[in-house]
C-alpha cells in the first residue's frame, strides 16, 4: 500500500477506518455483528492486513462478546458489562441501547465521524476523530442526538473510549497531590478490574489530573511504547482504567456521572468534551514533547514570551497600600521585570480573607487617587500592570452577598458551607454570570490592565437543585469557558493566568482560553522541582508560572541559595514574589542579573523541546535540558539536592542534539569551550555541583 497522503483511510471492502500520523496508525472497522471494534493503535502497520483482527469473539455464555470490551464507543445494553461510553434511559422506561454502525463522513483531510443509531429509537450517536499527523495525536469526542419524541435520560456519556491490548501487563502513570503539593507522579501496575482518576469537586482539583499514559512496565525517558491521552474539561471528570481478565485495558474517560445524569430534550444534541490520545515508541520523553508541541499549536492562545513578573503579595498581603506599591515597582522595575501585578486585598473592605469578596470596587482608603494613578506610576517605569480576581467566590461579610444571599451553591433547607470564610456563587444562573461578565468589563475598560490572574480558591459543595438542562456542575465550567471567551474577544490585549488555590483547575479545556498558570502556592524552589516536573509530562512549560520567593521557605523552613531558587523558577514563566524591599544591594545584583539571562534563554525554555536528563527521585541530582525549535541552542538546568562523601565524578549525557555539530558550551556565564554534539550525548559533560542544594546551568550554541 506504501506510504499514505491522507491522514484518514476508510478501506470499504475490509469496513476498516485507519487514522495514520507521521509515525503511528490507529485502526478500527465494523465487525460481523455491527459493532464498531477497535483493532490497534501503536506503529505503522499495513491496514488491509489487519482485516483478520475484526471480528466476533466469545468465551461463554458468562463472556458471550468480549469482542465488546474492545468496542470504539460503546453503551450500556445487551451483554455488555464494562465501563461504557453511554448508558441512557429512554422516555418509556427502557434502560437498554444497542448501538449499530450507521455510516461515516469524512470532514477535509483530517476529521472523521462514525455514526451510531439505536435499533429501536431516534437516538444517534456521532463519534467524531480529529488527527494531528506531525504530533501523533488524536482528538475525539462525541455528539448525541435525541430524535425521540419524549426526553432522554442521560445518566452517563463519555467523550472517548480508548483501547490498548497485547501487552503482558499494563502500568498506568498519572499524577496524584493536594494543595501545595500537586503533580506528583505514581505509577501502577493494572491488574484485572478498574483504577478510576476523577474529581468530583466542581473543578479539575489538585488531587488528580485528567491524563494517563499506558506502557507494558519497562518504558523509561528513552525508549519504550507509550499509550496517553489527556482530557479537556474543567469539572468533575472520571477516567477509567479497565482490564479485563481476557487481555484487553480499555480507558473510558469523560464528565464524571457522579451527580450528573441530565434530561436530552426532543430535538437537541450534547457534544462532549475533547479527549486527546496519543502513542510513541520513544518513551516518556517523547510523549511530553509530543503532548507539548500539540498544545503550543492546537490547544493553547497565540501569545508571545511570558513576560518576567513580580507579584506583591508576599510583601503586603492584603495591607494593599498605594504609596507601598509604588516603592516594591521601582525596585521591581530595577530588577528587569516587565509587569507588575497586585494580589488580594484591593477591592472593597478586603484587609483579610474574612471579608470583601464580591464587592469589585476599587478601595478609596488604600488607592486615594485612584487604581489608574498607580498604573500610571508603573507604566512609567517601564512594567505592564496585573490584577488578580477571585470572581467565582464571595464572603458572606460582603455587600454582594447581603444584596443576593440566593446566588450561592446551597440547598434550600442548609445554611451552606464556608471554605476559606467563603460562599461559592452559582455561575450556572444567567444573572451571576452577568454580573461577573459585567464587573470584569467595567474594570478592564476603566483601568489599563494587561493581566488578569483569576484564582479560585473554593471546591463546589452543596449544589442545589438542578433545572432543566445541564446539571450544575457542568453549567458552571460552561459559562467559566463563555465568560473568558468573550472577556478575551472584548479584550485582546490581556492576558489570563488560571488559578485555583494552585494548581487545582488546569487541563486542556481551560489551557484553550488561559495563556499560562499558576501551578501550585508552594513556591519553595526544591518542592516545586517536584511539581514542575509532574506538570511537565503533560502540559507545555510555555504557561508553567515559577516564582522566586523567601528563604527560608515559609512552607517547610528550607534554605536556599538565590541562585538555586531562580535557576528552578527559570524552567517555566519566571516570576518573583519575594519581598524585594528587604533585599539587600548584592542580593538585588544576583538577581538583576538572573533576569537577564533569563531574558535571553526563555524563548528555547517556552518553546524548545524539554529533555529530563535526570529524572527527581533516581539519584540525588535532578537535570533538565531544553533545546529550541531551530536546534540552534539549548540550556541544562542541573540541581544537587545533597553532596555524598567520596561520590564519584557524574557526567551528565546530553540529548536532542545535532553528533555531526560543534557547539559551544559555557557554564553559569564562564568561558565557553568547544565540544561535538555526539561526545556531548555520548560522554557527557561533567558535573561540578557542590555542597547542599548547587545549581548550574549550561548554554550551548550550535556553530
Excluded at 469473539?57 to 451483554?79: I, K, N, P
Excluded at 501496575?189 to 506502557?215: Q, Y
Excluded at 509587569?339 to 470583601?356: H, I, K, L, P, T
Excluded at 503533560?538 to 517547610?556: I, K, L, Q, R
Aim: net charge negative.
Amino acid at each position: 500500500m506504501g506510504e499514505l497522503t491522507l491522514p484518514i483511510q476508510v478501506l470499504e471492502q475490509a469496513k476498516l477506518f485507519e487514522i495514520r500520523t507521521k509515525r503511528t496508525s490507529y485502526l478500527f472497522g465494523v465487525n460481523g455483528k455491527g459493532t464498531v471494534q477497535h483493532v490497534y493503535w501503536g506503529e505503522h502497520v499495513e491496514a488491509a492486513e489487519c482485516a483478520d483482527l475484526l471480528k466476533g469473539r466469545s468465551h461463554s455464555s458468562f463472556d458471550a462478546d468480549v469482542d465488546r470490551e474492545t468496542e470504539e464507543f460503546g453503551g450500556w445494553g445487551g451483554s455488555h458489562y464494562a465501563e461504557p461510553g453511554l448508558k441512557v434511559e429512554f422516555g418509556d422506561g427502557v434502560r437498554d441501547l444497542k448501538l449499530d454502525y450507521a455510516g461515516y463522513e469524512r470532514t477535509g483531510e483530517d476529521e472523521l465521524t462514525i455514526r451510531l443509531a439505536d435499533r429501536h429509537y431516534a437516538l444517534r450517536v456521532d463519534v467524531h476523530y480529529k488527527a494531528y499527523p506531525e504530533h501523533d495525536i488524536v482528538e475525539r469526542f462525541v455528539r448525541v442526538h435525541n430524535g425521540e419524541a419524549q426526553p432522554v435520560r442521560v445518566e452517563q456519556v463519555m467523550a472517548a473510549v480508548w483501547s490498548v491490548q497485547g501487552l503482558p501487563d499494563y502500568r498506568m502513570t498519572h499524577v496524584s497531590g493536594r494543595w501545595a503539593g500537586e503533580y506528583q507522579l505514581r505509577t501502577t501496575v493494572l491488574t484485572e478490574g478498574k483504577k478510576v482518576l476523577e474529581s468530583r469537586r466542581g473543578f479539575t482539583g489538585p488531587h488528580a489530573n485528567p491524563w494517563f499514559a499506558i506502557d507494558d512496565g519497562r518504558a523509561d525517558e528513552t525508549h519504550g511504547r507509550v499509550w496517553f491521552g489527556a482530557l479537556g474539561w474543567s469539572g468533575n471528570w472520571k477516567i477509567v482504567a479497565e482490564k479485563s481478565t481476557f487481555g484487553h485495558l480499555r480507558i473510558v474517560g469523560g464528565i464524571n456521572d457522579f451527580d450528573g445524569a441530565f434530561l436530552l430534550a426532543p430535538g437537541a444534541s450534547y457534544t462532549s468534551p475533547t479527549f486527546a490520545g496519543g502513542f510513541t515508541a520513544g518513551g516518556f520523553g517523547a510523549m511530553s514533547r509530543q503532548l507539548h508541541a500539540y498544545e503550543r499549536a492546537h490547544v493553547l492562545p497565540a501569545r508571545g514570551p511570558r513576560k518576567v513578573l513580580y507579584n506583591s503579595w508576599e510583601a503586603t498581603e492584603f495591607d494593599v497600600r498605594a504609596d507601598e506599591q509604588i516603592k516594591l515597582a521601582r525596585r521591581a522595575a530595577a530588577l528587569g521585570v516587565e509587569r507588575f501585578v497586585v494580589d488580594d486585598g484591593w477591592f472593597g473592605a478586603r484587609n483579610n480573607d474574612r471579608a470583601g469578596l464580591g464587592d469589585w470596587q476599587v478601595n478609596p482608603e488604600k488607592f486615594p487617587n485612584g487604581l489608574q494613578a498607580l498604573i500610571d506610576e508603573v507604566k512609567g517605569l517601564g512594567m505592564e500592570f496585573g490584577l488578580w480576581v477571585e470572581p467565582e467566590s464571595v464572603n458572606p461579610d460582603s455587600d454582594l452577598f447581603r444584596a443576593h444571599p440566593e446566588w450561592i451553591y446551597r440547598f434550600p433547607t442548609r445554611e451552606g458551607t464556608q471554605l476559606r470564610n467563603q460562599h461559592l456563587l452559582n455561575l450556572g444562573l444567567p444573572e451571576v454570570k452577568a454580573f461577573v461578565l459585567d464587573f470584569m468589563t467595567e474594570l478592564l475598560e476603566k483601568h489599563d490592565i494587561a493581566f488578569i490572574k483569576w484564582d479560585m480558591n473554593r471546591t463546589v459543595t452543596e449544589p442545589g437543585s438542578s433545572e432543566a438542562g445541564l446539571p450544575v456542575w457542568q453549567k458552571h465550567v460552561e459559562h467559566v469557558y463563555e465568560i473568558w471567551a468573550e472577556l478575551r474577544r472584548r479584550f485582546p490585549r490581556v492576558e489570563f493566568e488560571t488559578c485555583a488555590g494552585g494548581g487545582a483547575r488546569i487541563d486542556l479545556g481551560m489551557l484553550r482560553f488561559a495563556d499560562q498558570a499558576w501551578i501550585s502556592d508552594n513556591t519553595d524552589a526544591r518542592d516545586r522541582l517536584a511539581i514542575q516536573e509532574g506538570f511537565a509530562y503533560a502540559y507545555s512549560p510555555s504557561v508553567m508560572m515559577c516564582w522566586v520567593t523567601e528563604s527560608p521557605s515559609g512552607f517547610n523552613g528550607r534554605s536556599l541559595p538565590l541562585s538555586y531558587r531562580f535557576r528552578s523558577a527559570m524552567m517555566g514563566g519566571l516570576g518573583i514574589g519575594a519581598n524585594i524591599g528587604k533585599w539587600s544591594d548584592e542580593e538585588m545584583a544576583e538577581a538583576r542579573g538572573f533576569v537577564a539571562l533569563y531574558k535571553e534563554i526563555r524563548g528555547t525554555v517556552l518553546n524548545g523541546a524539554l529533555y529530563r536528563l535526570e529524572p527527581l527521585g533516581r539519584s540525588n541530582v535532578a537535570a533538565y535540558q531544553y533545546v529550541s525549535e531551530d536546534g540552534g541552542e539549548a540550556v541544562v538546568f542541573s540541581f544537587l539536592q545533597s553532596q555524598h562523601f567520596g561520590a564519584a565524578e557524574r557526567r551528565l549525557r546530553l540529548q536532542g542534539l545535532d553528533a555531526e555539530a560543534s557547539y559551544e558550551v559555557s557554564r553559569d556565564g564562564g568561558e565557553p569551550v568547544l565540544r561535538r554534539g555526539a561526545t556531548l550525548m555520548g560522554a557527557g559533560v561533567p558535573l561540578t555541583l557542590r555542597g547542599d542544594y548547587g545549581s548550574t546551568l549550561l548554554r550551548l550554541k550550535r556553530l
